[in-house]
Nanobody, 120 residues
Framework: QVQLVESGGGLVQAGDSLRLSCAAS????????MGWFRQAPGKEREFVAA????????YYADSVKGRFNISRDNTKNTVYLQMNSLKPEDTAVYYC?????????????WGQGTQVTVSL
């Protein structure tokens, strides 16, 4: 079992940056791929970014490539999402996920989500 708790969301202006963190508990954290998903009001949840258990391979949605960066620190059981050049369309609840198929867009464990709001 893995428990996930996100933090770092907030209200920012377009062009600003935010860093989301996801703290995981559970002894098997380092064996799972980790990822971030988001859900905007009235829309389905969508994949944002993921990294393999080793943190050496990375995957991004086209909409965030070049602006977002995912990383993980297995010594701290934490995964991060650095978000730069934020746009209003990035406004959503961001969820952290863990699992063996996260890099394919499917998570086994989920956090409760953190709100990111980007204003003009």
């Amino acid at each position: 079992q893995v428990q996930l708790v996100e933090s770092g969301g907030g209200l920012v202006q377009a062009g600003d940056s935010l860093r989301l963190s996801c703290a995981a508990s559970g002894r098997t954290f380092s064996s799972y791929a980790m990822g971030w998903f988001r859900q905007a009001p009235g829309k389905e949840r969508e994949f944002v970014a993921a990294c393999t258990w080793s943190g050496r391979s990375f995957y991004y949605a086209d909409s965030v490539k070049g602006r977002f960066n995912i990383s993980r620190d297995n010594t701290k059981n934490t995964v991060y999402l650095q978000m730069n050049s934020l746009k209003p369309e990035d406004t959503a609840v961001y969820y952290c996920a863990a699992g063996h198929r996260v890099t394919q867009g499917s998570g086994d464990y989920w956090g409760q989500g953190t709100q990111v709001t980007v204003s003009l």
